[in-house]
């Protein structure tokens, strides 16, 4: 199993996933525009998330709207939404996992249980670290045929925003943790059982006068006075 200085590392980076995946769920700017406006009341910057479009204007406005309808959303939209949502949920499982299976804390069962308990968690990581990389990878993908394909002008073509990195970064974070944590076997133990066994009984009637007379030089009390006695007799 690995040392507890390994699996708390593990755990550090693990935890920097799962807070870097959920900031990046709620970001807005998953894809923003390119287009730079000089008047005054226009805006500079319009933005996309998963949840809200947001538009920050020269003056220094910044104006969000949420997204209600969830029919008029496009598919990879829709599948990004609950990938990130339920990646969120597994890895934090994962973490609860992760705190029962460290070596260094006192609950969580016995030394193979920490371990199996670990190899649990470790999955967990790395599947919140897939359900974090496909959709992001979808979503760029498709902001980038956008981009090339259509004969939009630039006003209205956007670009990968900067909480995709977020969400890349965080995966590589979950992933990590995720494969320190699946080397936590606890393999086989060739050392002393958990439970040590009894010492043999031994019968107090026989044995116990084997060991008396197994010394030639040895002999009961009774012998030697019975021996006196027949000296003085003599």
């Avoid at 799962?18 to 005054?40: E, F, M, Q, R």
């Avoid at 939009?152 to 990968?160: E, G, I, T």
């Avoid at 116990?208 to 009774?222: A, D, F, I, N, T």
């Amino acid at each position: 199993m690995l040392s507890a200085a390994i699996q708390i590392l593990a755990f550090a980076l693990a935890l920097l996933g799962v807070l870097g995946t959920t900031v990046a769920t709620l970001l807005p700017n998953w894809k923003v525009s390119i287009n730079a406006w000089s008047s005054v009341m226009t805006p500079i910057s319009q933005m996309q998330g998963l949840w809200m479009d947001c538009v920050w204007y020269s003056s220094g406005v910044f104006s969000c709207t949420m997204k209600n309808s969830m029919l008029s959303l496009p598919a990879y939209l829709q599948t990004t939404r609950a990938a990130m949502v339920l990646s969120c949920l597994v890895a934090a499982f994962g973490l609860c996992l992760a705190s029962l299976g460290l070596k260094c804390t006192r609950w969580g069962g016995s030394h193979r249980a920490k371990g199996h308990t670990a190899i649990a968690a470790g999955g967990c990581f790395v599947l919140a670290s897939f359900l974090c990389l496909v959709p992001a990878s979808w979503f760029t993908n498709e902001v980038i045929t956008a981009f090339l394909t259509t004969d939009l002008p630039d006003s209205s073509k956007y670009q990968p925003g900067g909480a995709l990195c977020v969400t890349f970064i965080s995966a590589g974070f979950l992933l990590a943790g995720g494969v320190i944590f699946c080397l936590s076997c606890p393999g086989k133990r060739t050392g002393r059982p958990d439970y040590d066994s009894p010492p043999p009984q031994e019968k107090p009637g026989q044995d116990q006068e084997q060991k008396v007379y197994s010394s030639p030089s040895k002999l009961p009390p009774k012998d030697i006075k019975d021996s006196y006695s027949l000296q003085e007799y003599v």
